[in-house]
């Protein structure tokens, strides 16, 4: 793995305003300007969420946000996952995956997780447990599958 990471979770309301923007930041660079993708990325459901921030010397490189389950969602839903491209393929992106599933657990220990993936990330989500829940589909132009990670799933 790349150097180590220093994970951090916080309520919206807790999000330093250094942390928040950091965030907003590194959400912005990936999902608009390098997938060149215009949505409203700011979609009011922060304030719901518990936010999983992974740093690295400081930096932020890897952020996640989870949400429990509610009366329209039984599965709790980790979304936005995120990591600075400057630290792809050194397994941060597993490892932000295994500590916002802990978190997951944590705050709905008898649900399943249900993510959003981008289709070609559909085998590294997989490999953690989920399983297809649906047909793909169109989103903001980027081509999703549903995936659930069945409730119970151990982390290999």
């Known amino acids: 793995m790349h150097a180590s990471v220093e994970w951090s979770v916080s309520a919206f309301d807790k999000l330093g305003r250094l942390e928040l923007h950091d965030v907003l930041r590194l959400r912005q660079d990936v999902f608009i300007v390098e997938q060149k993708c215009a949505f409203r990325e700011i979609d009011g459901r922060d304030p719901h969420a518990l936010h999983v921030l ?27 996952v995120v990591t600075d491209r400057s630290v792809r393929g050194s397994g941060i992106g597993r490892a932000l995956m295994r500590e916002a599933l802990r978190i997951a657990g944590l705050i709905a220990p008898e649900a399943a997780v249900r993510v959003a993936a981008q ?38």
């Open 54 to 80: 992974g740093r690295v010397d400081g930096r932020l490189v890897a952020y996640a946000r989870v949400f429990a389950p509610d009366v329209a969602t039984p599965e709790a839903i980790i979304g936005r």
């Open 119 to 156: 289709a070609h990330l559909v085998s590294f989500y997989s490999s953690l447990g989920f399983e297809p829940a649906g047909d793909p589909y169109l989103e903001d132009g980027i081509l999703h599958l549903d995936m659930v990670r069945p409730r119970g799933t151990a982390l290999a």
